[in-house]
Nanobody
Framework: VQLQACGGGLVQTGGSLRLSCVIS????????MSWYRQAPGKERELVAA???????NYADSVKGRFTIFRDNAKNSVYLQMDNLKPEDTAVYYC???????????????WGQGTLVTVSS
């Protein structure tokens, strides 16, 4: 199983970016999918999560600005980020809890990270 994230980049304060994460491999089913981020010198934190039924939750710091959504047909999860702030600067990681039909059990998988830099 592989998670391939993309969409990061440099943007000015108030700008927007959309992150994408495509999951490939021996996927039987995908449960929840999430985006995390890690800023320099800080611990990794949950940004947003979405269940297989489409229920979402967000970190307080991004509520009203970020939107997580998924395309089950494409095994993909997205993070639309609007009104970006310098404090959103971080490496963003996608995460999926899924059942791998080769391994035969569910586990968490991580993407490689994509850097988002918001200039002031």
């Amino acid at each position: 199983v592989q998670l391939q994230a993309c969409g990061g980049g440099l943007v000015q304060t108030g700008g927007s970016l959309r992150l994408s994460c495509v999951i490939s491999g021996s996927i039987f089913s995908i449960n929840h999918m999430s985006w995390y981020r890690q800023a320099p010198g800080k611990e990794r934190e949950l940004v947003a999560a979405i269940t297989s039924e489409g229920s979402t939750n967000y970190a307080d710091s991004v509520k009203g600005r970020f939107t997580i959504f998924r395309d089950n047909a494409k095994n993909s999860v997205y993070l639309q980020m609007d009104n970006l702030k310098p404090e959103d600067t971080a490496v963003y990681y996608c995460n999926a809890h899924l059942l791998d039909y080769v391994m035969g059990y569910s586990s968490d998988y991580w993407g490689q990270g994509t850097l988002v830099t918001v200039s002031s």
